[in-house]
């Protein structure tokens, strides 16, 4: 197994290169299973904007921003405007004491992953 830095940020380069293509790094969210990119030229102040936008119910306004500044594709303006740059609160959980895969959440007694099932962990 090669190791590969999941978290690592997507330079502008990268972005472009991968254009629509589903993106193979970021945050994960098991929800959907999609990975939500992170973007080397996220600016704090970008974000909040963006943020704001999501807030307000601007989706198609938060997704042409993310596009125009980070050359990204419509394709990965959605995925990260959907999750507002990170999956919902509860997700990922805590990995699963068996498989080590995230449960669903830090509530969770039961892993959809290996179908394992604990009391207490
Ligand atoms: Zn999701
Ligand atoms: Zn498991």
Known sequence: MTEKNQNKKYSKDEVIKFGDNTPDRGIFCPKCETNIPEFEDMTPELETRVLKLIRDGKRLMAM???QSALACST????IWVLHSGKPSPDY???PCPYC???LKTSLA???LHCQNYWRNK
Request: proline share 19%.
């Open 100 to 102: 080590s895969k995230p």
């Open 109 to 111: 007694k039961y892993c």
């Open 92 to 94: 990922p959980g805590p």
């Open 64 to 66: 042409v921003e993310l």
């Open 75 to 78: 394709h990965w303006s959605k």
